[in-house]
């Protein structure tokens, strides 16, 4: 490679080029595989190293890269069995008021109790589901209090971070 070349540029524009029939055949063994997984599955080393990189994400302990899976389309609702008038027996639509990667941090939030959700983003997508990379740090770990960067989030005011629409998706969510 040639000095001063950025590595996270190339895997960028690979995750760019994933029209291309090898990433989408790539693409379709990985969701084939995610699909028989749980819901929320920890994982070792981030997909996309240069998103996880951009976003805060530390080779080092106290990191852990969790993917979560999450269904697609709107809310879906069974009909009413009684006790309505005709034009509010049915659902049109139901619409959440929040983005399907906050719900994916949120599940991810619930899975890790003792974590603290950093950021997210998206790694893939079917027909049916959306895959979704959360970075979670551990405010109590040794590694995190004595990085600058990152200590942060050992405050007493970052508690639960997704379920109150602190991570960037939630701020979006909140108009911010």
Known sequence: MKKGCNVYKYIANAWKGRDEPA?????KQRTLEWRGQTEVVRVDDPL?????RGLGY?????FVIARVRVRRGGMRRSRPNSGRRQ?????IRSVPAKSMQLIGEERAAKDFPNLEVLNSY????????KWFEVILVDPSHPSIK????INWICDDT?????NRGLTSQGK?????
Do not use: C, N
């Open 23 to 27: 990433a989408k055949e790539l693409m």
């Open 158 to 162: 970052q508690k639960g971070r997704a």
């Open 172 to 176: 979006k969510a909140r108009g911010l």
């Open 87 to 91: 034009r509010r027996m049915g659902f």
């Open 146 to 149: 004595s990085d600058p960067d």
């Open 58 to 62: 530390k080779a080092k302990q106290g």
């Open 122 to 129: 998206w790694v893939g997508e079917d027909g049916q589901h």
């Open 48 to 52: 996309r190293l240069d998103r996880a």
